[in-house]
């Protein structure tokens, strides 16, 4: 049995333990973003030996930086792509039964303006469809005094009515972690700052990698039936090893962070921007307002952190005053802001918005890659690329099964039941089984939200202690979003972070001083309002 957990101290235990491993992997997958984590989940539930590996942070790239929206895919069909959609309501229906607390019902408001498309007809039209395959009706029509209570400072001229509906929402972050942890508790072996640096090849057969430590440069080879390369939008780089082909188009998705009390919106608002026409999202989120998304192709991929331009900020800040002129939103107001780079497959289309949201996977001789898709159905790219990876797998059985993505646990501590309930909800989603723990090994006072957000600072001992953990900004934007969510990134609680870092992961003074200023330096150059 693989490590259980990530507890602080124990990483050159397990690595030295890898390195000395000689019987070989039935899969290895590159990647610890939500695709990875997905079949790194159905791999372990097999009894398949299995090793996942994030060269960065778990959740680092696409899936830590997404909309957060856990969609149905609404507007597929009206693009005549009713098989996705189907299969997205299905699967975020099954997410929001199996994990409340991580994945939440949102509801959805699409106004409508005299002379815009969609009109309320043909957008119910569609709702009709969408709410047939969630098996239930969501969808209402406000009217336009409706409409003004529920979305106040509204731009009203020529305004209609709304229409409501519903998606989810989640944190992407910790739905990669919540999932990681089911597969590390069938078995699993789960790395992260440790890559794949090159294939093994036998008889022309990828036959194992080259994997290097990324903490401290020190390589070794490893064995695999197969080789699962789950890295997203950086895909072709692995496949380059095998065929000379180019799948990927990068698109770059940008969002701002803005207080609550400066856009009070209960609900995700889809809006037209002005100058294109492109929907937008206005939405609350751990106790904020996020604004996005934008979609540009992105020229480099380089292993970076990407970053928001000013042009696209100033982008999303138009559309809110376009949208909520007497809000009056400044740039002053934005807290923080992310951008994500997502793996769309190229077909030649004009722009990003047009490319379609599929996934695909390619088998080339022993490497099965996989790119594309969406957030909500992780759970059905996991499947299809075992199924295609099975030739290589003789024990893994490729017939479609119910079981469910997480298992179900209810704690039984006492001080766990003294809990608010919407604080139960929120553990229970984003912690599962180790949601009793957390609590048990918090302070009393950190059981006590963070004003301005949703989280704890139970929630971040317990991650700091028990979450592999490597760099602050592990902590402060992956395992907790109190780098989006604060100001200054979080540092305006300096020393709780200190104090917390130095019991949990036993940093030096010195250790301290260098975390803190690479942090700094992460946040001023991604995360901040761009220069």
Not at 299 to 327: C, D, G, H, W
Not at 418 to 441: I, M
Request: net charge neutral; proline share 4%.
């Amino acid at each position: 049995m693989w490590q259980e957990n990530w507890q602080s101290g124990q990483r050159e235990e397990q690595l030295s333990r890898l390195e000395n491993e000689s019987e070989g992997w039935d899969v290895i997958i590159a990647g610890g973003g939500i695709t990875g984590a997905g079949i790194a989940r159905e791999a372990a539930r097999q009894g398949l030996k299995t090793l996942l590996l994030e060269r960065q942070d778990f959740a680092w790239g696409t899936s830590s930086r997404s909309s957060k929206m856990v969609h149905g895919g609404l507007r597929y069909i009206a693009a005549g792509d009713i098989k996705t959609t189907l299969h997205s309501v299905h699967e975020r229906e099954r997410l929001m039964r199996e994990a409340p607390g991580l994945v939440e019902k949102m509801s959805f408001m699409m106004s409508h303006y005299k002379k815009s498309f969609p009109s309320p007809f043909i957008f119910n039209s569609l709702l009709t469809i969408y709410d047939f395959f969630a098996g239930r009706r969501y969808r209402k029509y406000h009217s336009l005094k409706e409409t003004r209570l529920v979305c106040p400072y509204i731009n009203e001229e020529n305004l209609l009515g709304g229409t409501q509906f519903a998606d989810a929402v989640t944190d992407d972050s910790r739905l990669v972690m919540r999932v990681l942890r089911e597969a590390q508790k069938d078995g699993a072996a789960i790395f992260n700052y440790v890559g794949v640096k090159q294939l093994l090849k036998k008889d022309g057969n990828v036959s194992g990698v080259v994997i290097e430590d990324r903490i401290t440069g020190k390589c070794c080879e490893l064995k695999a039936a197969v080789v699962i390369n789950a890295t997203g939008v950086w895909a072709d780089e692995l496949r380059s090893e095998m065929v000379d082909e180019k799948k990927i188009r990068p698109a770059r998705g940008s969002h701002i962070i803005v207080p609550f009390w400066r856009l009070p919106v209960s609900q995700s608002l889809t809006t037209h921007h002005p100058e294109d026409g492109r929907p937008i999202f206005i939405y609350p989120w751990e106790g904020r307002i996020v604004i996005g998304t934008t979609d540009l192709d992105e020229k480099s991929i380089e292993n970076v952190e990407a970053s928001m331009t000013r042009a696209e900020m100033e982008y999303l800040i138009n559309v809110v005053q376009y949208q909520f002129p007497s809000a009056k939103l400044k740039e002053r107001d934005i807290l923080s802001s992310w951008a994500g780079v997502r793996p769309l497959i190229a077909s030649g289309a004009l722009n990003p918005s047009k490319e379609k949201r599929n996934h695909s996977v390619w088998d080339d001789k022993g490497l099965v890659s996989v790119s594309g898709g969406k957030l909500t159905t992780f759970r059905l790219i996991a499947l299809d690329v075992l199924s295609v990876a099975s030739k290589y797998l003789p024990s893994y059985e490729t017939k479609p099964h119910a079981k469910t993505i997480f298992s179900q646990y209810l704690p039984k501590a006492s001080l766990f039941s003294e809990l608010p309930s919407y604080l139960k909800n929120r553990l229970c989603g984003f912690y599962g089984k180790d949601a009793e723990s957390l609590v048990s090994n918090a302070e009393s006072s950190e059981l006590e939200l963070i004003p301005g957000t949703r989280s704890t600072w139970a929630e971040f001992r317990w991650a700091a202690a028990n979450e592999a953990i490597i760099h602050l900004d592990d902590l402060l934007l992956r395992r907790t979003r109190l780098g989006l969510l604060l100001a200054k990134g979080g540092m305006i609680y300096e020393d709780k972070i200190h104090k917390i870092c130095r019991e949990t992961l036993g940093w030096t003074e010195q250790k301290w001083a260098e975390e803190k200023a690479r942090y700094q330096q992460i946040w001023e150059r991604h995360y901040s309002v761009p220069a």
